[in-house]
């Protein structure tokens, strides 16, 4: 197949989805924590040593990238609602997932974006990182991690909007949707979700629709802009 793209965190709810979905018109390469024994599929412990020898080993340019990584809870560690339940350990653990290793992964595959064609890179972040959007307040670690990807996007995208004038780097908010990372709060029944396959096909609509003109912006999974 002409048209390649990488998954990054191909083993979650929604990489999972965009991986088994793009197989169909693109080769897809990934890179996951979990083994699979799919082709071009790469098992990282998401050090930077592991980025930077998958990104070697992985010889060619890409047209559309996704990088799904994220972290919002664990056994030990629920969203925070107040100051008094902010813990570091679990802090650092949601910047490293959410902002650390997106960020590393960006510095060792940006020079697998086309130079002369467009590139899509998609970085999933989340409507409630956006601090114009903030009124309920609370999941502190989670807001501010997703807050600084945001950052990171908008910084990266006008660095390379220089040499890469055909890429739309963007964050995009893909919805409540069914996965590990929202059981939890989907049995609260607060919000409309949708299952990961609905999901990965809304991102990659709205991921191939947007040209170079929306590069270093936040749009929603309908599409639509998220203010920052
Ligand atoms: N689900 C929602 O409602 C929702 C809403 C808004 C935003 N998001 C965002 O969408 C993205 C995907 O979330 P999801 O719903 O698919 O959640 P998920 O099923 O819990 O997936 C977690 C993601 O993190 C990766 N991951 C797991 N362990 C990791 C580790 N130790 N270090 C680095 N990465 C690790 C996984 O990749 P591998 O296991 O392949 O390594 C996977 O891509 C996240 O960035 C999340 O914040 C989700």
Redesign the pocket.
């Known amino acids: 197949m002409n048209r390649k793209a990488l998954i990054?965190?191909?083993?979650?709810?929604?990489?999972?989805a965009l991986y088994l979905q793009l197989r169909d018109t693109h080769r897809v390469f990934?890179?996951?924590?979990?083994t699979q024994e799919f082709p071009d599929w790469f098992v990282?412990d998401?050090s930077e040593n592991s980025l930077k020898e998958i990104a070697r080993e992985i010889d060619c340019r890409f047209d559309l990238v996704f990088i799904?990584?994220?972290?919002?809870h664990n056994e030990s560690h629920a969203p925070e609602k107040r100051l008094s339940r902010i813990e570091p350990d679990a802090m650092h653990t949601s910047y490293?997932?959410?902002v650390v290793?997106p960020a590393m992964v960006l510095r060792y595959f940006y020079n697998h974006f086309y130079r002369e064609r467009p590139t899509v890179c998609a970085l999933?972040?989340?409507?409630?990182g956006s601090i114009g959007d903030n009124r309920t307040g609370g999941w502190y670690s989670?807001r501010c991690a997703?807050a600084t990807l945001n950052m990171l996007v908008k910084t990266s995208a006008t660095e390379l909007e220089r040499t890469y004038k055909h890429l739309t780097l963007v964050a995009l908010?893909?919805?409540?949707?069914?996965?590990?990372?929202?059981a939890p709060f989907l049995r609260q029944g607060s919000h409309r979700?949708v299952s990961?396959d609905e999901?990965a096909q809304n991102l990659e609509r709205v991921a191939t629709a947007l040209d170079p003109t929306d590069t270093g912006r936040f749009y929603d999974w309908r599409g639509e802009p998220v203010e920052w």
Do not use: D, M
Not at 68 to 72: A, H, I, K, P, R
């Open positions: 990054v965190g191909a083993s979650g709810g929604i990489g999972s990934a890179i996951s924590g979990q990282s998401y799904c990584n994220g972290f919002l490293e997932r959410n290793i999933l972040s989340a409507r409630v989670y997703k908010h893909p919805g409540t949707t069914q996965s590990a990372l929202s979700w990961a999901t």
